[in-house]
């Protein structure tokens, strides 16, 4: 299973994944889920994915391939817009659903991916996409300034009650970890390290890169007091009157 997320706020973009992929529970990997284009001056883009890892894996190589081929090539070195860096993601989900959709239907075996695709191009505003298993995608809005791709349902509440566009980048780092220990904590799919992108509104560049391992000093003082916090509340809440 996955757990990814990624943010849209005024300050700029944070892009976060876990690494685990399983196929059973004797089955275990680490893959990293995040692929990032940078252009310095020019261009950001961040891609996150979900789902079953050969199609994911299909969709970065096809998109990688473009990526290498000639200036005429459309790619995400040279679109215009992140509108267009999401057609091209479409594109090559769809492409691979072509490929192999029938023949894993053969074994009934369903061909599942999601992605994120973010960042910023020179000219426009930082963008933010989900892009279906179908090709299609929605976009990031100042009501909805999040995305969660794989295991979201643990993560979620503190998202919602949390996250706006106005949230601090550190306030909202915060925030992300917190929503992933707490999917950790319910699904033993998700799992460190988790990959953590902070990307600076208009600055065209990368900002940070951070993979938090096993052992890291700040998430695992996090994970306790997180979880203390917790209990102290839970323990300070009134009964109800109701039950004597």
């Known amino acids: ?47 996150l994915t979900s789902g079953n890892l050969a199609m994911t894996q299909g969709v970065i190589e ?9 200036e005429a090539t459309r790619s995400l070195w ?4 992140l509108y267009d860096a999401a057609l091209i993601v479409g594109e090559a989900v769809r492409e691979m659903h072509r490929r192999d959709a029938a023949f894993l239907a053969q074994s009934h075996i369903e061909l599942h991916s999601d992605l994120i695709v973010g960042g910023q191009i020179a000219g426009e505003a930082p963008r933010l996409f989900h892009i279906y298993s179908q090709g299609n995608f929605i976009e990031a809005t100042d009501e909805t300034p999040w995305f969660q791709l794989g295991e979201s349902k643990y993560g979620k509440p503190i998202l919602d009650r949390v996250i706006s566009p106005a949230t601090p980048q550190k306030e909202a780092a915060k925030c992300v970890l917190i929503s992933f220990d707490s999917t950790m904590k319910s699904n033993i799919s ?20 951070h993979r938090i ?24 809440l009134p009964e109800p009157d109701w039950l004597d």
Request: with cysteine; hydrophobic share 40%.
């Open 78 to 81: 040279n679109v215009e817009s």
């Open 213 to 236: 391992r096993e052992g890291d000093p700040y998430f695992t003082m996090l994970r306790a007091r997180w979880a203390g916090g917790l209990r102290r509340v839970f323990a300070e």
């Open 1 to 47: 299973m996955t757990y990814c997320v990624a943010l849209r706020l005024e300050a700029g973009m944070i892009f976060a994944s876990d690494s685990r992929t399983n196929a059973g529970v004797d089955q275990v990997s680490t893959f990293s889920k995040m692929r990032v284009y940078e252009k310095p001056g020019e261009r950001v883009i961040v891609t």
């Open 190 to 209: 998700v799992g460190l390290p988790i990959d953590l992108l902070w990307y600076p509104r208009d600055s065209l560049r990368v900002g940070l890169r």
């Open 62 to 70: 096809i998109l990688e391939r473009r990526a290498r081929a000639d």
